[in-house]
């Protein structure tokens, strides 16, 4: 009898969790020993509309993946039984077994905030070793940037107010679930309804309790007795099974230590208003309301400018699943590649994604209030002085938004890409999840007022130095020269 499987990855089958045109590439390249040290960089294409910006997550779980690549015994057995792989000659199966990454990783820190076309990942490594680990990378980093970017929204809309992740049961499947749970606490949520996730990533749980026990017990006053009786400290009564309002009575009177009551359908507003009342007409003032139900950074949004004394917002679908956006424009591409010695610049010309050559790096320009200027994607190895009137007058537009947020005096170069592997090793002390969430908590408060707005449509600056431009020019005129020969 076959046994179910929880197809969970583990670090045995790492290497199997790619797409198959991976292999196929990585098998021809070995083949003709086209094994040259290569960099590749990853970045999203272009800025969904009204999103201002993305918050970098998913590092910890990418430098994993890679320290940990590998293929064991049964994976390669499989891959060597693939049709596709009848014809390929055994060396290659050899090289799989023995398979480790030998590379460097630059990127830029979890919680920082990016842009469209930034590289917060680099790659450099023998050619085959970067390509195999595209897919995963894509997928992981994609991911949580995605969702810890809409958690950054949820929790701007709320001004202060908690926000709590109760995505996972809408997750797409119980590992993005606890992915999703870590994202959207690195964009600003205070903690999560995922056990799994406070188990193994220490994340801070919290949840209250479902209809289906008020249910269970029948009568709504001697469901929340019973459920203050287990948890006398800590009762957040749900309160709208039948009828709110009644429920919000009968909740005030169950304990005058009530922690607090959870709305989860009808007029928030207007719910929200009477049941505060209701709760401070029998001194319940430190009882806090929590409200639930199918809410977005919009509606958390519409609920506190109407005044709705909302202390708590608890957020499922559409922060997990990122429903406004459900999926980012994330590429990988090869930049440069060395052979025989020399840096070969590599770039691709298709229509409306074209990209540049060459190692880069970002440049973030911050004023002497600590506020983000805008950002030069450069190359790896530029040097700029923001002060000179070469720099401000290359980056006008840059300097235009200085004005509005302190100046031009002081500014400051910032880069964000860092080294945290080298030589196949990790080479930096991975942060903590807190301090993750502070950095970004940091990065966003450093934003021109503008892109902390929901409905912003005004582009944060981000240009490409003339050096840079002038590289992609002429590797674009030496591949026409040769297509022409």
Known sequence: MNRPKSLFLTDSNLGAATDLYQLTMAAGLHKYGMDDWATFELWVRGMPEKRSFFVAAGLEQALHYILNLGFSKESVDYIKGLPVFSNVEGAFFKYLEGFKFSGDIFAAPEGSVFFGDEPVLRVSAPLIECQVMETYLLSTLGFQSLIASKAARVALAAQ?????DFGTRRAHGAQAGVLAARAGYIGGCAGTSNVLAGCELGLPVMGTMAHSWVMAVGDEEEAFKKFDNVFPDDSVLLIDTYDT????RLA???NEKLKGVRLDSGDLVKLSKETRAILDNEGLMNAKIVVSGDL???K??????EGAPVDVFGVGTEMVVSKDCPSLGCVY??????VDGQTIPKIKLSRDKSTYPFKKQIYRVVNSKGKFVGDVIGLANERFDPNDAN???QFSNAMDISKQAGGQSGLKIKTLLEPVIA???ICVDLPGISDIQQTARENIAALPEFCKKLDNNKPYTVAKSNTLEREKEKAVENLTRVSKK
Not at 300 to 305: A, C, E, P, T
Not at 333 to 338: A, C, S, T
């Open 160 to 164: 202060g107010k908690s926000v709590i």
């Open 245 to 248: 309002i009644n429920g919000a």
């Open 252 to 254: 005030a009177k169950i």
């Open 296 to 298: 977005n950074e919009h």
């Open 300 to 305: 958390i949004k519409h609920l506190l400018d």
């Open 333 to 338: 591409k090869l930049v440069e590649q060395v």
């Open 391 to 393: 720099f401000q007058s």
């Open 423 to 425: 030589g196949g090793k």
